[in-house]
């Protein structure tokens, strides 16, 4: 620096004026300032001009036309004044003008040259701008003019690229630093946070020697970013147990990853701190802490908040509408909208959304259009693609789907996939499949990989039991490589996060989770739980789809928060995925009998559950007002079926009265479909008797309230009800549909008759579905379960094009029946036509070897999954190959396997161990794996039954009683056995020790004559080790020739041809006493015997049973 300019420098930092200015000043003070300068004569000379033109611009954005009117009255603009015209417009609102005075610099007639401070602050102006050619041809100047080596430039790019998103170009940048000084390395953690490389971000960030608050700041909230929530939080404790001082921007951070998390009490704590530590409330911070109680579900919290909040802004008052309409407050919303208008806040496009929102959650309908309108019209505003997708999801919601696609057709722009969702959601709720497979289609367009379109289209075709486009869309999906996204709950308990994920079991206290689920589930059926397990795919048994609902994390997270919260405090949950219906209505009457508030965000809106009611509950109630106010509104049919759909999935009876009433009073009773959903309702909630007068009172019956009762008097345990229903469909004419022939043979396999499952099959044939594929696929599944595999196989091989649901069906008879050599071939032969497995297909191969001992098949088929086929094992593939290692006596074996497993043991784990045990008596290791069980299962009477067994037939009669007496104690009663044989189109039941049967005399006459030639012709001895008592050996024979399927086959040899196989269910497992007879009376009676028992088929023909002696 010259003298001279060290002269003047000191004449400018002593003259009291400039250090006045210095200060802050008002607009009117800095032009007194500037007349006292001018007057002195100190602006003569162009250097001050520059340190003056400098602290007017810096004071404040607003005076930078003053500054830059004072700068053209220089003579000779100073590079120094240029320069602070430069800093102080890149940091203003127009930080493009910045540029202007650059281009000064280049035409100066002076030789001014752009010097390190220059480039610096281009560069700040194009991060601010995001303007990504403008900051390569800058960076490209710095390297030109040789500033690329300047620390400040360098980290100001640094800064440039992570604005951008380049981060491979901010590591370039880094790496060309030689040595990096703090701030340098605070910018590259603040970049690759940024940009989403926490790890990368992390790594630096330990390795400085020197942490300050941006850089402390700058991680937690790179990992609030990419979601990692909870670490963000555990940074922040760690932040402060370092003594850092924490900011306003540290705990925006902080607010948000409790946002993510749905963490209240975190979120609690958090404004405490912000409280007890007195940091300033700024309007962003404001706007944060009502954003973290609105989107955690206190939304009293989040108005105290608003209310209490001395300036607020446009983003302030948006939060809170956002909050209201996301908790289902609509009404209140557009309360708090006028609201804000009347304190003169001008509303922004963001605002809109929310108030769109809010009219779309009460139905308002007409308000929303008017709010859409005035955005244009009164407030200048364009409207977005947000907005249309909220107007189209308000009239969608409504039931208007015809004006919902008629405004996507008018948008001005390309509509995307989050509109088309809305209306595919509504194609659903009203099911118009049409539409439905519209939506589908166009979102599968835009997002090819979308799980969610494919699972809702899949769901729309299940509703309308289309099952063959339900399959063909689940192939869809495994062809393209699409799957769906894992459920995941969150909740918060004490002040820690637990997550809990769809079927799985390594949460800590996972046994103690899963105990108080069972006295729920318990509880649940008492009150007349019926599982909606249409969100299951088809390929399942019932039962194993109500399994497949009790795995979802919600469940988890409700059982959790009941063991671990008190009573009066809610339990809040934040879900990723939408809630499914049967978890809406599980949650529903949980609220009711546990007397809990439960509160589910998922990934669209709130679900408050209380007292047995739900959202459902305050659409009634505006339902009720409206209907009873002067506007005249009257719902019509679609309001109505919207409103008992709601309750059927609730499972909530008393809403769905109410609901009836108001059907009534507006006079739409007479519409079909909306009597056929109040039947719907009423079967589904165990009332068969109003489900019966209405239909009684339908004057007009079409084939949908057919099927609605063949359906329901099916779920309630009535199914020859409901053939009788089938049976009168078709006298007056009707023609069965798909839905009617799967509920038929759903009814087919409940009663158990092979001859009217023939006819049916017949009938299918007759009214031409033998090419549906979902149809013949029930067909093959009802016959396998019958015991007529032959027939399965048949419906099999006349199957056109069977797809992967249909020989999974197969692959699975076979492996029920114990055919496991076929079962292989068949699994080959799916493959080799270029099927591809799912694990459903693994577990039943997995089965078909273990019940055909086929270990080394097995241990190749379960490598195989995953090396091959990508298939993780889950927890049944685990239960099978440990059955498949104890049925070949590999006892030592399976037990190794289950300390291996990456997850925690299930139920279905151990009890095969168990049963492995009974059969090669090892007392000890069936100690280990009944006590498991105890544990997992303390309410289920079998495990104790099996332990008991195991110790009876190694003689320990001591052990055996203590088990009994055990059981007694816990009020465990052990199930009666009875056995199921068909006779002249009729069911014989015949239950142990039960001799009422009309033909009993004939029953004992040959059950004697059988057991005399046993002994003669076999020198056959009972097995009265499977007798738990210790009594004499003539009394344990005794009782146990009264066992269910011994009478049932005495019956069986009685009346069935000896042309017919005598098929024969059991509802227990086979005893080794029983299983031996069934052998030695097919090969002195030269008969086929089937028995189907709780487990699998054994077919028994001379002297052998399918299953190698091993059960």
Known sequence: MAADDVIVMSRIVKHP??????????????????????????????????????????????????????????????????????????????????FDFYSRILSSGNGLKPDNYTVNFLVQACTGLGMRETGLQVHGMTIRRGFDNDPHVQTGLISLYAELGCLDSCHKVFNSVSYPDFVCRTAMVTACARCGDVAFARKLFEGMPEKDPIAWNAMISGYAQVGESREALNLFHLMQLEGVKVNGVSMISVLSACTQLGALDQGRWAHSYIERNKIKITVRLGTTLVDLYAKCGDMDKAMEVFWGMEEKNVYTWSSALNGLAMNGFGEKCLK????????????????????????????????????????????????????????VDLYAR????????????????????????????????????ELGVLASKK??????????????LSNIYADSDDWDNVSHVRQSMKSKGVRKQPGCSVMEVNGEVHEFFVGDKSHPKYNEIDAVWKDISRRLRLAGYKADTTPVMFDIDEEEKEDALCLHSEKAAIAFGIMS????????????????GDCHQVSMMISKIFNREIIVRDRNRFHHFKDGRGYLGKCFEVLSRMMRSEVGFRPNEVTFLSMISACVHGGNKEEGVCIHGLVMKSGVLEEVKVVNALMNLYGKTGDLISSCKLFEDLSVKNLVSWNTMIVIHLQNGLAEEGLAYFNMSRWVGLKP??????????????????????????????????????????????????GRLEDSSTVFLEITSPDSMAWTAMLAAYATHGYGRDAIKHFELMVHYGLSPDHVTFTHLLNA??????????????????????????????????????????????????????MEPSSGVWGALLGACRVYKDTQLGTKAAKRLFELEPRDGRNYIMLSNIYSASGLWKDASRIRNLMKQKGLVRASGYSYIEHGNKIHKFVVGDWSHPESEKIQKKLKEIRKKMKSELGFKSRTEFVLHDVDEDVKEEMINQHSEKIAMAFGLLVISP??????????????????????????????????????????LEGSCSCRDYW
Request: net charge neutral.
């Open 17 to 98: 004026a400039i250090s006045l200015l210095d200060s802050g000043t008002t607009f009117k003070e800095i032009r007194q300032i500037h007349a006292k300068l001018y007057v002195d004569g100190t602006l003569k000379d162009d250097h001050l001009v520059g340190q003056f033109v400098k602290a007017v611009a810096l004071s404040d954005h607003t005076y930078l036309d003053y500054a830059n009117q004072i700068l053209d009255r220089s003579d000779k603009p100073t590079l120094f004044a240029l320069n602070s015209m430069i800093r102080a417009h890149c940091k203003s609102p127009v930080p493009e003008k910045s």
């Open 336 to 391: 708090l909208f006028s609201l804000m208008k009347q304190d003169g806040v001008t509303p922004n496009a963001v605002t809109f959304v929310s108030v769109l929102r809010g009219c779309s959650v009460v139905g308002f309908v007409d308000e929303g259009q008017k709010h859409f309108d005035s955005m244009r019209n009164e407030f200048g505003i364009e409207p977005q693609l947000d907005h249309y997708g909220c107007l």
């Open 398 to 433: 409504a039931g208007r789907l015809e004006d919902a696609v008629s405004i996507i057709q008018q948008m001005p722009m390309k509509a995307h996939a989050a509109v088309w969702s809305s209306l595919l959601h509504a194609s659903r709720m009203y099911k118009n499949l």
């Open 443 to 456: 979102m599968l367009e835009l997002e090819t990989s979308n799980h969610g379109a494919y699972v809702l």
């Open 565 to 580: 919260l008190k009573a009066d405090v809610p339990i809040r949950i934040v879900k990723n995925l939408r809630v499914c």
């Open 737 to 786: 549909d798909q839905a009617t022939f799967l509920a038929v043979l759903r009814v087919c396999e409940d009663i158990g008759v092979v001859r009217l499952s023939q006819g049916i099959h017949g009938l299918i044939m007759f009214c031409g579905f033998n090419a549906n594929t979902c149809i013949t696929t029930a067909l093959l599944d009802l016959y396998a379960k019958l």
């Open 849 to 902: 070897c273990s019940h055909s001992g086929l270990v080394e098949e097995g241990r190749y088929y379960f490598e195989t999954m995953s090396k091959r086929y990508r298939i993780e094992p889950r927890l049944d593939h685990y239960s099978c190959m440990v059955d498949l290692m104890g049925r070949s006596g590999l006892l030592q074996d399976a037990y190794g396997l289950i300390k291996e497993m990456p």
């Open 1059 to 1100: 042309m017919e196989p005598i098929i024969i269910r059991k509802n227990l497992r086979i005893c080794g006493d029983c299983h031996e007879t069934a052998k030695a009376i097919s090969l002195i009676e030269k008969r086929r015997i089937i028995i189907r028992d709780s487990k699998r088929f054994h077919h028994f």
